[in-house]
Each structure stands twice: as structure tokens, then as C-alpha cells.
């Protein structure tokens, strides 16, 4: 089955500074890569996702991530944080086979952004 | 728009109680899913629906149970609720594998 590895639990960063979020998922084989955010007190909502196509992948709010088979990575960027994307961020793989729809998703790594 | 909705946004219950939460979805999705989100632990799959009447067991399905009687509602069942079981809840539906799943605000659930 695959899985998915957030490398850090917790990011701080400045206002307007750019940040990347790190995940790494366990399987070389064709995959499909999600990228959510959790705002306070809210469910998640999909930031963006990796199908096929181009590696690079442009989301919501000006996020992006790139798909890098060759080191199983799946990194989301963004260039100039604002105080809004304040947020837990989780990467999400299916897991393979006879699914339904299932996603593995990783630990969560909370953005804080300071002003 | 897709919506997901959950019926409560926060519930307090005491230890022991059976406890009732409901996920509502208006895109007929066939599948449907409750997690447990807990500070470190990320989001666990407890039970998903594939179907009307077809469930199966998640990541920590153990003390819990559902039913999924219509297409669009997936009901999550707390037998006898403890203590353990405070946390938030999040339902989720889909349509197909590597499709995104669409999640509802979520359930903090307290039990004293």
C-alpha cells in the first residue's frame, strides 16, 4: 500500500517570506498526489492535485507543487506567504488496488505565519 | 458546488452514551468516509461506505459502527461512548478512485 511522509510537523515564517512544505510518498509506481489545507475550526479543502501531465502543478491561493518521480516527492510552494494561509496542510495519496475512493494522508504540517 | 454537511459542529456527551453523528452529501457520491483527527496522529480512517448498505472497516473501526440506509446520508455510531473517543470527526465523500474527496466542517465531539 502507499503511504505519504510529511517531514515536518510545524513550519513558522514570516509574512512574504516563501515557504515549502515537504512530503514524500512510498511508491514508484503511477501515482496521484493531493494537496489539502485545514483552516481553524474548518474540514479540509483540496489546494491541488497531481493526476498525470505536467509535474508542476498550480493550486488555489497561489500555492504550487512539483511532482518529482525520481526522488518520490511532492513538495507545495508558495513564493510570498500572507497571514491567511495560517493552516494545517496535509498530503494525500491513494493507496493502491481496489480503493473506493480511499486516501492515505499524512501526519499534517502546520503553517504558522507571522507578522 | 459540492457540499458536505455535518450535523453538528460541536456535541458534548457523557461516558457511556450512544451517540449519533450524521454526514449529508448532495453530489451522489457512491463513497463515503468518517475519520478521526487527532493532534499529531493526522486524519484515521474509522469506517468507510462504498454503496447503500455496504460498509467496511477502516484504520480504528473498534467501538464504533455505521449505516448508511441512503445513498447521500453515512451515519457514524459511537456504541457507548468513552472518554478516548473526544476528538473531531470529519466526513468525506467521493465518486471514484484518485477523485478528491470533498469533507464537511467536521464534529468536535466531547465526552465527560
Known amino acids: 500500500a502507499q503511504s505519504v511522509t510529511q517531514l515536518d510537523s510545524q513550519v513558522p515564517v514570516f509574512e512574504e517570506a516563501p515557504v515549502e512544505l515537504r512530503c514524500n510518498y512510498s511508491s514508484s509506481v503511477s501515482v496521484y498526489l493531493f494537496w489539502y489545507v485545514q483552516y481553524p475550526n474548518q474540514g479540509l479543502q483540496l489546494l491541488l492535485k497531481?493526476?498525470?501531465?505536467?509535474?508542476l502543478v498550480k493550486g488555489i491561493n497561489g500555492f504550487e507543487a512539483e511532482f518529482n518521480k525520481s526522488q518520490t516527492s511532492f513538495h507545495l510552494r508558495k513564493p510570498s506567504v500572507h497571514i491567511s494561509d495560517t493552516a494545517e496542510y496535509f498530503c494525500?495519496?491513494?493507496?493502491?488496488?481496489?480503493?473506493?475512493?480511499?486516501?492515505?494522508f499524512g501526519q499534517g504540517t502546520i503553517l504558522t505565519v507571522h507578522p | 458546488d459540492v457540499k458536505v454537511t455535518q450535523s453538528s459542529r460541536y456535541l458534548v456527551k457523557r461516558t457511556g452514551e450512544k451517540v449519533f453523528l450524521e454526514c449529508v452529501q448532495d453530489?451522489?457520491?457512491?463513497?463515503m468516509f468518517w475519520y478521526r483527527q487527532d493532534p499529531g496522529l493526522g486524519l484515521r480512517l474509522i469506517y468507510f461506505?462504498?454503496?447503500?448498505?455496504?460498509?467496511e472497516k477502516g484504520d480504528i473501526p473498534e467501538g464504533y459502527s455505521v449505516s448508511r440506509e441512503k445513498k447521500e446520508r453515512f451515519s457514524l455510531i459511537l456504541e457507548s461512548a468513552s472518554t478516548n473517543q473526544t476528538s473531531m470527526y470529519l466526513c468525506a465523500s467521493t465518486t471514484r478512485w484518485a477523485s478528491p474527496q470533498h469533507f464537511g466542517d467536521g464534529t468536535r465531539l466531547s465526552i465527560l
Open positions: 497531481y493526476l498525470s501531465g505536467s509535474t
Open positions: 453530489m451522489d457520491h457512491e463513497n
Open positions: 494525500a495519496v491513494p493507496p493502491g488496488g481496489t480503493s473506493y475512493g480511499k486516501l492515505t
Open positions: 461506505s462504498y454503496d447503500v448498505k455496504m460498509k
